[in-house]
């Protein structure tokens, strides 16, 4: 697994739980430019779209794209049925496809996501896709 960048984006508001964060963060080597987190702004509590998912990038060049529907959170985890959907990527070679439908759904979206944090996250760092 190559590890390049992580981002966390948070409800969390308060000073303490935001420092656990990024202690959290910086035992398992994760510091800036590596590491960003953001709490965006709520207008309300409960209901606020938020994605969750992770897309692993591997040394072999394979990608895994992981889309769930469990907050981090406990109870979450641990009390509620939660569903999840993941798919393994190859890497592409001169005989694969130059594009496909979900590749650029996905990166059309997070490049929406990105410019957005950029323009209202004063500490993301970030390459452009």
Same mark, same amino acid.
């Given at each position: !697994? ?13 000073? =303490?739980?935001?420092?656990?964060? !990024? ?34 990038? #591997?040394? =072999? ?12 959170? #406990? ?12 798919? =393994? ?18 990166? =059309? ?15 993301? #760092? #970030?390459?452009?896709?």
């Amino acid at each position: !697994l190559l590890l390049l960048q992580v981002l966390v984006v948070h409800g969390h508001s308060d000073h =303490d739980r935001v420092t656990s964060i !990024l202690s959290e963060a910086a035992a398992a080597g994760l510091t800036p430019p590596r590491f960003a987190q953001h709490a965006p702004p709520l207008p309300i509590t409960f209901g606020t779209h938020h994605s969750k998912g992770f897309i692993l990038g #591997y040394e =072999d060049g394979s990608v895994r794209v992981i889309i769930h529907t469990a907050n981090y959170i #406990y109870a979450d985890c641990n009390n509620k049925t939660q569903g999840l959907w993941y798919q =393994d990527f190859p890497p592409k070679d001169l005989e694969s496809p130059r594009s496909s439908r979900f590749e650029e759904s996905l990166l =059309d979206y997070m490049g929406w996501v990105l410019t957005w944090l950029a323009a209202n996250c004063a500490c993301l #760092y #970030y390459q452009s896709w």
